[in-house]
């Protein structure tokens, strides 16, 4: 698949379900808040591309939420989390591939049946999506979780420093291996454990 902007997902995106072209071939409706578009890529492959040109792919990103919630199921990804954009992937009856739900974009659902959810974005389009109402709320817990916790994640690595009380020196030991030599102020080095 080549690059073309024409594939970009914007933050607008709410909804990128299969759906067969005129030539029945497989493809994907694309539904954001103010359009909605046939592409002829499916879903999953749309969703891989743009994880790719954020330097990442649908394998990484799949394994990642696996790896974060503990759960192989249904796992969510992020598309971007600067735009705020969390795809839910859902089964679509009759299609071999799977649909996405931009969880930010959701502002309601509610059962429609025994298997079937109709869900309101924010925008006033609302999509009955073929899961209960039970695997939805499911979904929607999972990608707050996997959310709330690269947040979390991104607060920790950008945190302040604390004032250094000790400093150190680290330098070349007697062997292969470097190790720590000592307060970098003082003068006189010689290798000490670290306690």
């Given at each position: 698949?080549?690059?073309?902007?024409?594939?970009?997902?914007?933050?607008?995106?709410?909804?990128?379900?299969?759906?067969?072209?005129?030539?029945?071939?497989?493809?994907?409706?694309?539904?954001?808040?103010?359009?909605?578009?046939?592409?002829?890529?499916?879903?999953?492959?749309?969703?891989?591309?743009?994880?790719?040109?954020?330097?990442?792919?649908?394998?990484?990103?799949?394994?990642?939420?696996?790896?974060?919630?503990?759960?192989?199921?249904?796992?969510?990804?992020?598309?971007?989390?600067?735009?705020?954009?969390?795809?839910?992937?859902?089964?679509?009856?009759?299609?071999?591939?799977?649909?996405?739900?931009?969880?930010?974009?959701?502002?309601?659902?509610?059962?429609?049946g025994r298997r079937s959810t109709t869900v309101y974005?924010?925008?006033?389009?609302?999509?009955?999506?073929?899961?209960?109402?039970?695997?939805?709320?499911?979904?929607?817990?999972?990608?707050?979780?996997?959310?709330?916790?690269?947040?979390?994640?991104?607060?920790?690595?950008?945190?302040?420093?604390?004032?250094?009380?000790?400093?150190?020196?680290?330098?070349?030991?007697?062997?292969?291996?470097?190790?720590?030599?000592?307060?970098?102020?003082?003068?006189?080095?010689?290798?000490?454990?670290?306690?």
């Open positions: 698949m080549k690059h073309d902007s024409q594939l970009v997902l914007s933050k607008q995106i709410e909804v990128l379900m299969p759906a067969y072209d005129e030539a029945g071939v497989l493809a994907s409706h694309r539904i954001e808040a103010d359009s909605n578009d046939i592409i002829s890529y499916e879903p999953s492959q749309i969703v891989d591309l743009n994880l790719r040109l954020a330097g990442s792919s649908l394998r990484g990103a799949r394994d990642s939420a696996e790896l974060i919630l503990r759960s192989r199921n249904k796992a969510p990804l992020i598309l971007s989390r600067k735009h705020g954009v969390c795809l839910m992937p859902f089964a679509w009856c009759g299609f071999p591939d799977r649909g996405y739900v931009n969880e930010r974009q959701v502002d309601d659902y509610e059962p429609n974005m924010k925008s006033g389009n609302s999509i009955d999506v073929p899961c209960s109402i039970y695997v939805f709320d499911n979904s929607i817990n999972r990608a707050q979780r996997l959310c709330g916790w690269l947040a979390d994640r991104d607060e920790r690595i950008c945190r302040e420093p604390k004032l250094p009380v000790q400093t150190f020196h680290i330098g070349k030991g007697a062997g292969l291996n470097f190790a720590l030599l000592g307060d970098a102020k003082r003068r006189k080095k010689e290798v000490v454990k670290l306690k």
